[in-house]
């Protein structure tokens, strides 16, 4: 199993520029994240997700929008990057939602906003 | 009340030293408390959990200690090994849903395990 993958691992966007990244699970969990981290930081949930065509925000969900049209992969839009968005962005997935069974996180997207 | 605060900051010790790392809630609901080991250029990885029912759970070097009371639980790692150094996150989670449902992070430690 690929667990949680996501894509790109590497970007490098302009101030203004739009990109979607990707995130595909195979474990069949219901439940999806989207975090950024930042060096002190720590975790910050951008969105969430608790099914198939749900989504919620998180903690810092401006400058973002996400979608689950399916229950396997979430998205996750910058319409316009700033460098503040400058960051590691990892997703996670979990069978239930206080993840009882443990967060899968994926190895991460670091994108670069110039 | 939705934070967790963890410290330290960073951490070094030497190879057979027992790093110890320390997490504080409020949040009274919150009864699920796991810890995730991270390595550079990777994601977070389930380390260890445990949940307020029981004061110590042990997997192999790892041991997390809790303290109800007190609202405190640590991170210790026996006879710790430069294949340790990594950056070790705890968290708190409630099985009350709402905005509680998810995952709470603290903002990590980095350890260093010196050979």
């Known amino acids: 199993n690929a667990g949680v993958t996501q894509t790109p691992k590497f970007r490098v966007l302009k101030t203004g520029q739009s990109m979607t990244l990707l995130c595909a699970q195979d474990?069949?969990?219901?439940?999806m994240y989207w975090y950024r981290q930042d060096p002190g930081m720590g975790l910050r949930l951008i969105h969430y997700?608790?099914?198939?065509?749900?989504?919620a925000k998180g903690e810092v969900p401006d400058g973002y929008n996400v979608s689950r049209l399916k229950k396997q992969n979430f998205l996750l839009g910058l319409e316009s990057a700033a460098p503040s968005q400058t960051s590691v962005y990892f997703c996670?997935?979990?069978?239930?939602?206080?993840?009882?069974?443990?967060?899968?996180f994926g190895s991460g997207t670091r994108l670069t906003v110039v | 009340q939705q934070q967790v605060k963890q410290s330290p900051q960073s951490l070094i010790v030497q190879k057979g030293g027992i790093p110890i790392i320390n997490c504080a809630y409020e949040?009274?609901?919150?009864?699920?408390f796991p810890w995730y080991q991270q390595f550079p250029g990777k994601g977070p990885a389930l380390l260890i959990a445990?949940?307020?029912?029981?004061s110590e759970k042990k997997e192999g070097r790892f041991t997390i200690s809790f303290n109800k009371s007190a609202k405190q639980f640590s991170l210790h790692i026996m006879d710790s090994q430069p294949g340790d150094s990594a950056t070790y996150f705890c968290?708190?989670?409630?099985?009350?849903?709402?905005?509680?449902?998810?995952?709470?992070f603290g903002k990590g430690t980095k350890l260093s395990v010196k050979p």
């Open positions: 996670a997935s979990s069978y239930d939602r206080t993840a009882n069974y443990g967060y899968t």
């Open positions: 474990m069949n969990h219901e439940y």
């Open positions: 997700s608790v099914g198939e065509g749900t989504t």
């Open positions: 949040n009274t609901a919150f009864d699920y």
């Open positions: 445990i949940r307020p029912d029981v």
């Open positions: 968290a708190a989670g409630s099985n009350y849903g709402g905005s509680q449902g998810n995952l709470i």
